[in-house]
């Protein structure tokens, strides 16, 4: 199974934990037109399947999740990236933000970088935590929401999509993570502090 359908929703969350998930959400997007992705940690570690989707990076959110380095048949080496999220109450919005903006980094980044550096090529970008159904679904529907606003006009229609890609149901995100991109959202529309405490 390369890439698990809406119906995916219909399965517990164990069962469906054991199965690897990937799910368009954009193209066209950055300098290369890159694909963006969201899946769970079993896809970020299958190469064959990160390969036969063109997929060279990806990003963790989950701070509970470690990711092994990755190469694959091809010898393309896979960026990762991690950006190390609870999932539940006990984020700054800051630290969600970085998610968003690492992503965008990401997105925009050059390959290979220098002639030192691991082999890498240009491909799509695998966004995921441990389910890819909380914390992945809040930072992706935040960067649509910030990043495409003509197509994402607030964030509830970008959650939105992002749930019918993926196959959630109103239950996910997690409320905690849905309050912190809305806090965060509050931030940036008043000019946000970046060592303001935090308030959990």
Known sequence: MTRMPPASALLPEEEEDRLPVLCEVAGGLGPHSASL?????VAADDP??????????TMNLAVNVEMAPLALSDGTTIRRTHIGLIDGPG???QHLLAGVMALHGMLMQDSPGKPHYPPHRRGHVLVHC???????ATV??????????ERF?????????????RGLGDNQ?????LALARDALTHLSTGLRIFAPAKF
């Open 153 to 165: 006009s607030d964030f509830g229609s970008a959650i939105n999509h992002v749930r019918q890609v």
């Open 48 to 57: 064959a399947l990160l390969l036969t989707e063109g997929v060279t990076s």
């Open 37 to 41: 992705f969201i899946g769970n940690k």
């Open 140 to 149: 992706i529907a935040l960067y649509l929401h910030l990043a495409l606003p």
């Open 173 to 177: 995100p997690q409320p905690a993570m």
């Open 91 to 93: 984020n700054a919005p």
């Open 130 to 136: 441990r389910g890819g159904r909380s914390r992945s």
